[in-house]
Structures are given as C-alpha cells and as structure tokens.
C-alpha cells in the first residue's frame, strides 16, 4: 500500500525567508503532483513531477523529484505572504495499485509580514 | 473555459437518508475521479471513471457508496443510509486522458450529516 509522509506539518515562517517541504513515498511512482489548498478553497495544481531528476519552477516555488529515494521537495524562496496556504504532494502508484492519488497530510504554511 | 463544477455546494442530511452528490468534469477530459476529504487531512480517493466505466473503484468505503457517470461526462455520487462518518467534503477532479495528466479539482459538495 503506497503511503505519503510530508514534513513538516505546520510551518510558521517570516517573510524573505527559504523553507523547503519534503514529500516522502513508499512505492513505486510514476507521477508527483504538489497541489495548493486555501481556507475553504479547492485544490490549485502547482507542478506534475514525472522523472527522475525533474526539476520545475514557478515564481518563488521549486519542486524537484528524486524518484531514486521517493522523495520530492518543494523549495520556497524568499517567502511571501501570499504563499501562505496549504500544501499538499500526491503520488500515483505505478506497481499496480489504485489509479487515484495518494495525498500526503498536508503542510500548514503561515508566513508572518 | 469552465472549469469542474460542483453540485450541490452543501448538503446537509440526516443520518439515514440517501444523497447524490453531482460532478461537471472539464469538456474534453475523458477522466474523472471522487476524493472525499476530512478536517486537516489531504483527499482520499474514492473512484475513478475512464469515459463510462468505473475504471478503479478500490476507494470506495462500503457497499453504500456508488458511482455513474452514463454519458462519460456528468458523474453522480450516490450515498445511501447516510452516517454521520460520512461528513466531509467530497471532491471531483477531472483529467484529460492519461493517468499521468494533471487532475483539476473542482470547488467541492460539503456534506454533514446530522
């Protein structure tokens, strides 16, 4: 059964600040997704992580994906207010487990003016 | 375009009775998936639809959970004899085609059951 860790779970930081999230995976995957969660809000998909090595980046946020040590890390540069949100990874399995996605808990992240 | 829509925004039940809860997935996209999520914890996949067919329905809880989607475009989540464990929000993403496609979530059917 594919089981995802995140950590931390909760993450107050200041802005201008660098902080990085790790997403950790049990089984074979094929596909890495970091997804975006306001109060009350739906999921916004940030990136899709598909190789080994895959490196993508939008503004301030970077995610990378070692699928050697089933790790993914989303890496926030000089932090800003409006990146305060929820965070979430989610894998596939790809050693014939569900099609769904398997999410992580979530990371809380309070970024403080 | 539009995005995936939801219906209704809320429900709120009494335990016992039956619920359908409705999905619009993105034009186009042939794929399409419930997740339910509870208070601080990420979603949990229920099912997932390949055009018609319920592709992976291994999410599903119990035998009082169900899911269609007869034309391969609109879905229904029909939950019967309702209980309150089933409170939560139950999500609907769609995807173009392929199982490595990005999923779009749309804003979510918040369920209480009283």
């Known amino acids: 059964e594919l089981k995802v860790e995140q950590n931390p779970l909760f993450l107050s930081m200041q802005e201008e600040k660098n902080y990085t999230i790790y997403c950790n995976y049990s089984t074979t995957s094929d596909r890495l997704y970091w997804y975006r969660q306001d109060p009350g809000k739906s999921l916004e998909s940030l990136f899709v992580l598909l190789s080994n090595g895959a490196v993508k980046q939008e503004g301030r946020l970077m995610a990378s994906l070692d699928t050697k040590a089933r790790l993914s890390t989303l890496h926030i540069t000089a932090a800003v207010h409006d990146l305060s949100a929820t965070y979430f990874c989610a894998v596939g399995d790809s050693g014939g487990g569900a099609d769904g996605l398997t999410f992580g808990k979530g990371t809380h992240l309070i970024i403080q003016p | 375009g539009a995005g995936v829509s939801q219906t209704p925004s809320n429900k709120v039940t009494e335990k016992g009775k039956y619920v359908e809860l409705r999905c619009d997935p993105i034009s186009g996209h042939t794929a399409l998936y419930w997740y339910r999520q509870s208070l601080g914890q990420g979603p949990e996949f229920l099912i997932y639809?390949?055009?018609?067919?319920?592709?992976?329905d291994s999410g599903l809880p119990n035998d009082r959970f169900f899911a269609v989607r007869p034309e391969g475009s609109v879905s229904t989540l029909k939950i019967q004899r309702t209980e309150r464990g089933d409170s939560a929000v139950y999500l609907c993403a769609s995807s173009f085609a392929f199982r490595t496609d990005t999923q779009y979530f749309g804003p979510g059917t918040r369920l209480t059951v009283l």
């Open positions: 639809f390949q055009g018609t067919g319920a592709a992976d």
